[in-house]
DNA sequence: TATCCGACCTGTTGGC
DNA sequence: TGCCAACAGGTCGGAT
């Protein structure tokens, strides 16, 4: 499941292997592939074809490819199970091949767009003066951003009425943060999942997200958690950072600081996984 | 206005 | 062996 780590993995890739290339052709194998875009796949491929690819930016889990237009970028966001390959053109399709992007150099590789669950997809949009695809205007800055502001998230945090993994998942807050990275940056801060976040303190939050970095820095040196080979860097190969977590997908695993039989618990839809010893519940109507 | 929550989607796993 | 329910979870948009 792709989170900051893994989109920074791919983003470099597709810096190594696609900017400066240009487009020959686009194909789309599945329409839910194309997003937001209302005159259709056969203008996305026009709009395309002919563009010069400049270096590839990422902001959160989305990631673009600015043209080199100056106007115009091809955002991605890679959802659930998204793959954005360098293959050659000769090997074959993949199962859940969904767009194939051409280049007028063939030698070098093509493009594809990968997704067995179409929660992801790729669309154009217009660039904002500060080189931002309009529509993600409302994503906030993610850690690793040398200019995130830590002051203004903590005031941000005192603001909501809500508890903190909720609003490590709230992308208008902070993002790059999934299930995965947030339960890990939980642990190790020894901060229950349902804690207030206006309860938390200015050193509480700078701890969480020092942890928050930490956990990242650790898993982008590793090529990012793959858990079942749906998540790959442009090449296909998975990253190797599942076998470091001290919390996420341990259910009943001893807490690697106490021992304690790491827990589950059903949250929104998915899990959310802690050390009922380290990281406390908050007390009743706090 | 802020917050919550269901829908989208498909392959895998486990229970019966 | 086969069927079915549960599960994985990021984002959007409607509901509260």
Redesign the pocket.
């Given at each position: 499941?792709?989170?900051l780590p893994e989109v920074e993995v791919v983003r470099r890739g597709l810096d190594r292997w696609v900017s400066g290339r240009v487009i020959a052709s686009v194909s789309t194998l599945?329409p839910?592939a194309i997003r937001?875009h209302a005159a259709g796949a056969d203008d996305f491929a026009a709009r395309l074809t002919g563009a010069e690819i400049a270096a590839a930016r990422r902001r959160?889990?989305?990631l673009w490819l600015p043209l080199a237009d100056g106007e115009l970028a091809v955002l991605a966001?890679?959802?659930?199970?998204g793959q954005l390959l360098i293959q050659p053109a000769a090997a074959p399709d993949e199962?859940?091949l969904r767009i194939r992007i051409t280049f007028t150099d063939p030698a070098e590789g093509e493009l594809r767009f990968v997704d067995?669950?179409?929660?992801g997809g790729l669309s154009l949009h217009p660039l904002t003066d500060g080189g931002l695809p309009e529509?993600?205007a409302?994503?906030a800055r993610d850690p690793m951003d040398a200019e995130f502001d830590e002051d203004a998230f903590h005031a941000a945090l005192r603001?909501?009425?809500?508890?903190v993994k909720?609003a490590l998942?709230?992308?208008s807050l902070i993002?790059g943060?999934?299930?995965?990275y947030?339960d890990e940056a939980l642990w190790r801060t020894r901060l229950h999942y349902e804690r207030p976040t206006a309860s938390l303190t200015r050193p509480r939050t700078a701890e969480l997200v020092t942890h928050i970095r930490e956990v990242m820095n650790e898993a982008l040196a590793q090529g990012g958690t793959s858990?079942?080979s749906l998540y790959v860097n442009v090449n296909g190969e998975s990253g190797y950072f599942d076998r470091s977590l001290d919390a996420?997908?341990r259910e009943d695993e001893p807490c690697r600081r106490c021992g304690t039989p790491i827990r589950?618990r059903?949250w929104?839809?998915?899990?959310s996984y802690y050390c009922p010893r380290c990281q406390r519940p908050p007390a009743a109507g706090s």
């Open positions: 499941m792709p989170e599945h839910r937001r959160g889990k989305y966001h890679l959802g659930m199970s199962r859940h067995q669950r179409t929660f529509v993600i409302h994503i603001r909501r009425r809500t508890t909720r998942l709230d992308q993002s943060v999934g299930n995965i947030a858990f079942d996420y997908g589950r059903p929104m839809n998915r899990s």
